[in-house]
């Protein structure tokens, strides 16, 4: 093959805008990003930071791009040289040295920044997910935050600005608890993956868990702090209420939701009646029931009353955006009209037999969960193991708003297959 044309970082660095082209490189690469930048998954502010330079050290942060993804085979397709004179080495330490320790039954996806779900095995066994299997979705290193320096800055339209410390949180509010489920917006992919290829995280159905989280309710924050109520909230002209992570992610809830009385939006700081841990946000995390975990914003820094939905590819992304199965590709797409995700549509799911498993018995206990996004709860679960045609009621084992199930089914030996494939219907209720 022809040898690349050679570049050297000074002619990459000329490159940094749309009307010269948008060149970085990688290792050894140099590479034409421009027409990539407007479909980058991770948002166009992001890629920017690196135009014209060397995208090492950023995915050194971001090391989801040279894990099991596709991002290195994407970034391949658009090179166009050799850098003439490539990083000799790794600068700095390594931002993800400071995490912490994590249980090994986990199911790992990525270590950097740590993706890890609850294995199907551990799933049915409690109702509140023990906190060391808790799932844990993340963007960045964990934020190491001392609960004495930490502060926690309310402010926005019409409001003047509230600094609380954790103490202030604690004892100005009263406490609360809630017992919610929360759900990865991507929980499931892997099964999506089979129909067709899509991108992001692989989870299985164990990008899901359940705690009791206690702390303070965000209305009762917000109307202290901010003087923000239903009376007052159209005057303001606030429609969002924006959360400003430690770690640099943003996302927002609509201000019906924060303020609903129903809503049980919380500022956690006690999750399974121990304090909130460093994996799961502490010292405050928000935790907005029904809602995918993405607006859950852990390590929580700033909260904004907003006429403005928040910044930033946790928002206003494509992964964070429903279409539908027909869109292969975005050309065309207006994103920005597409609305943010917020509530979650029913879930349901078959733990035990696992999926695949050949069954020896001729009757067998069928196990799973059934939940709800949006405050809606489980009615009823049926479960088929003939292609839709007959179905049997399961039992509900817990409350209202999320259930485990359990069904007798006669089947004949092997037929375990066929079973899986067709159970997931369940109804749900608006409360
Ligand atoms: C996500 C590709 C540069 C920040 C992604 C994803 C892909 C990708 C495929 C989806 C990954 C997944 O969810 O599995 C690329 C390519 C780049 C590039 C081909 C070539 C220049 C950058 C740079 C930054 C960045 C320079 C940071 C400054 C992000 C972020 C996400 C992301 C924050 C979202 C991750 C999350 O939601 O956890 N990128 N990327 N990317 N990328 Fe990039």
Not at 152 to 166: A, H
Not at 280 to 306: E, M
Request: proline share 6%; charged share 25%; with cysteine.
């Amino acid at each position: 093959a022809e040898p690349w044309p050679r570049y050297s970082s000074k002619e990459v660095a000329e490159h940094s805008s749309i009307e010269k082209g948008i060149w970085v490189s990688y290792k050894d690469g140099v590479y034409d990003i421009t027409k990539f930048v407007a479909n980058h998954p991770g948002g166009k502010d992001k890629i920017m930071l690196a135009a014209g330079k060397a995208i090492d050290p950023f995915w050194r942060i971001y090391q989801q791009h040279t894990g099991r993804g596709n991002a290195v085979e994407l970034l391949e397709s658009m090179r166009i040289g050799d850098l003439s004179d490539p990083p000799t080495a790794d600068c700095g330490s390594c931002p993800y040295n400071t995490d912490p320790e994590r249980h090994p039954a986990l199911i790992f996806h990525n270590n950097k920044p740590c993706n890890a779900e609850l294995p199907a095995e551990l799933m049915l066994d409690s109702w509140l997910t023990p906190n060391p299997v808790w799932f844990i979705r993340h963007h960045h290193p964990v934020p190491c935050i001392n609960p004495k320096q930490y502060r926690l800055c309310v402010d926005g339209v019409g409001t003047k600005k509230v600094t609380l410390c954790l103490e202030d949180i604690k004892s100005r509010f009263l406490k609360r608890e809630v017992v919610t489920t929360i759900q990865c917006g991507g929980n499931r992919r892997s099964e999506l993956d089979q129909i067709e290829k899509t991108s992001g995280i692989p989870w299985g159905f164990g990008a899901m868990s359940t705690a009791k989280f206690g702390g303070v309710y965000l209305r009762e924050v917000l109307q202290h702090c901010a003087g923000l109520s239903h009376e007052n909230v159209e005057a303001f002209e606030v429609k969002h209420v924006i959360f400003k992570s430690l770690d640099g992610m943003e996302a927002s809830i609509p201000v019906e939701k924060a303020l609903s009385p129903y809503g049980d939006v919380l500022l956690a700081y006690e999750m399974n009646d121990e304090p909130l841990n460093m994996e799961h946000g502490a010292p405050v995390r928000v935790v907005v029931p029904g809602v995918v975990g993405v607006r859950n914003v852990k390590w929580l820094g700033q909260i904004t009353a907003s006429r403005d939905e928040a910044e930033g590819p946790w928002q206003r992304g494509i992964a964070y955006k429903g279409f539908s199965p027909m869109v292969k590709d975005l050309k065309g797409i207006d994103i920005e009209k597409i609305p943010s995700m917020q509530d979650l549509p029913i879930q349901s799911a078959i733990v035990t037999p696992k999926a695949g498993s050949i069954v020896e018995l001729d009757d067998i206990e069928v196990r799973g969960f059934a939940w709800s996004g949006g405050g809606r709860g489980i009615v009823r679960v049926d479960v088929s193991i003939d292609e839709g045609n007959t179905w049997v009621t399961a039992d509900l084992l817990d409350g209202k708003d999320a259930a485990r199930f359990v069904s007798e089914c006669s089947c004949r030996r092997g037929h375990f297959w066929s079973l899986l494939v067709n159970i997931y219907h369940c109804l749900s209720e608006q409360m």
